[in-house]
């Protein structure tokens, strides 16, 4: 059994599930029809991508876990998504910078994972990648959309980046589990992927006349599982089900 | 029930020929190219699938009606098995399959290969190629929601994928 990448398994699946679940608060209650069909699809993309990451951790780990018990059983502690998957989303704006940040990190990501000397991860990689495609672009349009549109969108995006940009520096800070991995030919040197996303994310502010935040103090912790206050009400609404009654099905 | 020694791939090709997409009833399995190998082991059916989506919430479903469709037609020892590699694009569509896409009012996916400058969505209404993408996302993940400027009719594009 290598715990190493179990850890990394399972940090690139609690990764896409926790946004997931934030996206899914929108379910019904986006600004308008059609981003709420757009972000509850990406919502379902990035679901069955956790789903794909939760399986392949359950078969490394061979002890009677299944994708289910990996994301509605373990506590805040053991969840290893990276701190931005967790923060509210605030308003549409927040939400849409979020999900930017995010898609251009796991694309860059997902494309050096796609040569990963493990199958698995290299086929959910290539497989996910295709969706990821979608998001980036949709994503962001609507951060050039709300940057260059009226004030009101504007100022709430300067908002928005004030509040997330501390919390993209994790991406790129690898912790043990993700520097053994990428030695061993398995994950991804993280640190390699900072200045290309960099410099995608300075195209798509300069389109939407966004300053480009220069320098931060960036937050991290999420990766070796100390998390916000946000992670434990996010885990009481995604597990009650599961822990009020146990073993409940469909 | 039936013998081992009397199964033969083509029969069980004929059988998923008939299991269609829940999401998009026009279109068999087939169609989509979500089948990607057929195998008997003595006297074991597998199944050999892979999702279109990897969120697609037919997926489940499809795997279950072809377990359904196998049993109707005398299997009982039936294996289906999930692959992700290589990757399902909508290239793997049938011709056939685009063309009932079509008539049912979405439109078909185009080649990956087409030049993104010249690709045409036609409203499947009165194939006008006066049209544009209302959103990124439509009813299901496969789909764009798309309208005809000439008719107004709104619809579904099957994404290229």
Redesign the interface.
Known sequence: MNQTLIDYTLHLADNALIIAQRNAELCAHSPIL??D??IT??T??????S??FYQYSAVLKADGSTEDSLAYLRDVRAFKNCLITEIPNGDWGQTILRQYFFSSFQFLLFQQLQHSKD??L???A???L??IT?HV??SSEWVIRLGDGTEESRNRMIKAIDALWTYTGEFFIPVEYETKTALEGFGVDVTTLKKEWEEKVKAVFEEATLAFPEKSFYQTGGKTGVHTEQLGFILSDLQFLQRAYPGAEW | MVRSSTISTDAIWEILEQVTDPEVPVLTITDLGIVRDVKINDDEVEVVITPTYTGCPAMDMIAMNIRLALIENGYSKIKITSVLSPAWTTDWMSEDGKRKLLEYGIAPPHLLSTDPSTIEIQCPQCMSSNTKCISEFGSTACKALYQCNDCKEPFDYFKCH
């Open positions: 059609e981003q069909i757009a699809n990406i379902l993309d990035l679901i069955g991508q789903r794909n199958e698995q290299a086929a959910i290539t497989k996910s295709k969706e979608y672009r949709w």
